[in-house]
């Protein structure tokens, strides 16, 4: 079976290509690499020792994504390609509608055009904006994501419901993440920020090798137990079998059309100052920090209630939070430019 993976060279990608090739997927990735490396899809051709045929094109090339879908016989997409920094999405708004929203309508044509109706899409916690309570659970309706990121999200979502209203064949998959970290346990691949890392974690990880001098923790003064941002973090390992459960939900559930969304985290929240000392318990690395003003926009806490992935895609996240600190620190220390040589 062909699997198009967009974005595929990225963080998440990557891992779920490589979880895809174990499980004797083909898969054909397609990536502009305006945040990855093509040495990502090198290191997961090593380590799985499978071929990977990789595209570099940009998904609003709806000419250069019809020649990849004449030249194989694709019958699902896998859809991660997105700009995902929040604090950008503010500042270049219209970037990120362009490439997020309008670039998702350009691959769901083209897959039309060529009768293609599987698609898993890249969704997040953030669709359940301010309104609802956590745990966050897939009943609730959308809500109003203080970003244009998470607008973004909210909207593709809409989009495919209105698809499959207007399409009886077409099928989708959305897969609402929590909180990614880690990386693979070969330390081979892993999250490779450009610039000042917007996730909590891989600024973690430069503080210890010594790129970052201090982790500044923004704010200590919410209402959680500890004062610091709750979050529910899952190991990227997980999140990637994640996407192979959907897939093979879609392929035993042959008469499913429309669209279903599932969460994917742990069904628990962790703070900040709990993930400092983890990664620095694992690592044996200490992380200084100081405590600074909240930033708008950061909800306290959310987490997710898994439930529906765990009865109905058979998936569960079972890697602990050490494990994650630990692979963290692996990759990192590893490769401490990331992908550059
Ligand atoms: N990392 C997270 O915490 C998180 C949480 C929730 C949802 N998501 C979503 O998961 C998906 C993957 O995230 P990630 O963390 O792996 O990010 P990433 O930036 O590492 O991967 C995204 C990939 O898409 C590519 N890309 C971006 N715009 C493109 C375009 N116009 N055409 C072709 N390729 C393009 C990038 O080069 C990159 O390789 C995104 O849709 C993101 O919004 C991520």
């Keep these: 079976m062909q699997v198009l993976v967009t974005g595929g060279a990225g963080y998440i990608g990557s891992h779920s290509v490589l979880t895809l090739l174990e499980n004797d ?96 899409f890249s969704s997040s916690a953030t669709v359940y904006g301010e309104e609802n309570d956590v745990p966050y659970d897939e009943n609730m309706k959308l809500g109003t994501p203080s970003s244009p990121y998470g607008a973004n999200k909210v909207m593709v979502e809409r989009i495919l419901q209105d698809l499959a209203i207007s399409d009886p064949q077409f099928r989708a998959v959305s897969l609402r993440y929590f909180n990614p970290i880690g990386a693979h346990e070969s330390g081979e691949i892993g999250e490779d920020p450009s610039g000042i890392p917007n996730n909590l974690l891989p600024y973690v990880a430069q503080v210890a090798v010594g790129k970052r001098a201090k982790l500044n923790i923004f704010g200590g003064d919410y209402p959680t137990q500890d004062g610091s941002c709750e979050r529910d973090y899952l190991h990227v390992m997980d999140l990637a079998e994640g996407h192979l459960a959907a897939l093979e939900w879609l392929n035993k559930n042959e008469s499913f059309r429309g669209v279903e969304a599932f969460n994917l985290g742990t069904g628990n929240g962790v703070s900040v100052f709990a993930i400092v000392k983890a990664f620095e318990s694992a690592t044996s690395k200490a992380i200084p920090f100081d405590v600074a003003p909240r930033r708008s926009g950061d909800l306290p806490a959310f987490w997710a209630n898994a439930n529906k992935a765990n009865t109905q895609l058979n998936w569960q996240a079972t890697r602990s939070l050490t494990q994650m600190m630990k692979d963290t620190w692996h990759w990192q220390s590893n490769n401490p430019n990331g992908y550059a040589k």
């Design 25 to 120: 997927y083909e898969v054909i990735v397609y990536d502009n690499l305006c945040n990855s490396s093509a040495e990502s899809i090198e290191r997961v051709k090593r380590l799985t020792g499978k071929s990977v045929d990789f595209i570099e094109g940009d998904i609003r090339d709806k000419d250069k994504l019809r020649e990849v879908f004449e030249h194989h016989n694709i019958s699902v997409v896998i859809h991660f390609a997105a700009l995902k920094a929040v604090g950008e999405s503010t500042t270049i708004p219209l970037s990120y509608f362009q490439s997020n929203v309008h670039g998702t309508v350009c691959v769901l044509e083209v897959m039309k055009e060529f009768g293609v109706n599987n698609f898993i």
